[in-house]
Antibody
């Protein structure tokens, strides 16, 4: 069974930093591109960042470019999101999501999602 | 970026009725790269449809997707109690991948 479990969310002040983690199990992690998607309270979904299986291609939404960094550790079957210079508008539930096609770049749909971790940016 | 407009914003229906949800794109979605997700309160989204009309693993056949170009539709043939939720469309034909704002299907 595919499982994605996020952690690392919490309350942080504007300008602060946070590192999110996503532990993956139940599939061959090395074969899939991975993504972060967020959802502000009461709002819709927003793609945030993607990384391919080899970590040589990384993509970011304009809203987070230069502030967030995506990475992965194949030995630990884990995905990460380092978030710096956080703003109030970054407040959201952050979901880890698997790319829908094995062996492909991060350009498709999301077939499995974690339960999310809440990030609140407030003074 | 491709903007997706979903309509209606809210659909009030009774169990057993047919639901028709619309997703319109601001520009043509290449290769019908359009997906639909269901989200219930407090839960993560669940993939229903990809490639505009292919059902994801384990999705009941009462869910169907259609359309091409800029106009796409999700149809739920007969609503079950567990189908009342918010539905999002997402395009992956161009970068960045974008979502619509959602249609809430509520019990009438």
């Amino acid at each position: 069974e595919v499982q994605l479990v996020e952690s690392g969310g919490g309350l942080v002040k504007p300008g602060g930093s946070l590192r999110l983690s996503c532990a993956a199990s139940g599939f061959t992690f090395n074969s899939y591109s991975m993504n972060w998607v967020r959802q502000a309270p009461g709002k819709g979904l927003e793609w945030v960042s993607s990384i391919n299986s080899g970590s040589n291609y990384k993509y970011y939404a304009d809203s987070v470019k230069g502030r967030f960094t995506i990475s992965r550790d194949s030995a630990e079957n884990s995905l990460f999101l380092q978030m710096n210079s956080l703003r109030a508008e970054d407040t959201a539930v952050y979901y880890c999501a698997r790319e829908g096609i094995a062996g492909a770049g991060p350009h498709y749909y999301f077939d499995y999602w974690g339960q999310g971790t809440l990030v609140t940016v407030s003074s | 970026e491709t903007v997706l407009t979903q309509s209606p914003g809210t659909l009030s229906l009774s169990p057993g009725e047919r639901a028709t949800l619309s997703c319109r794109a601001s520009q043509s979605v290449s290769s019908s790269y359009l997906a639909w997700y269901q989200q219930k309160p407090g839960q993560a989204p669940r993939l229903l449809i990809y490639g505009a009309s292919s059902r994801a693993t384990g999705i009941p056949d009462r869910f169907s997707g259609s359309g091409s170009g800029t106009n796409f539709t999700l149809t739920i043939s007969r609503l079950e109690p567990e189908d009342f939720a918010v539905y999002y469309c997402q395009q992956y034909g161009s970068s960045p991948r974008t979502f619509g704002h959602g249609t809430k299907v509520e019990i009438k």
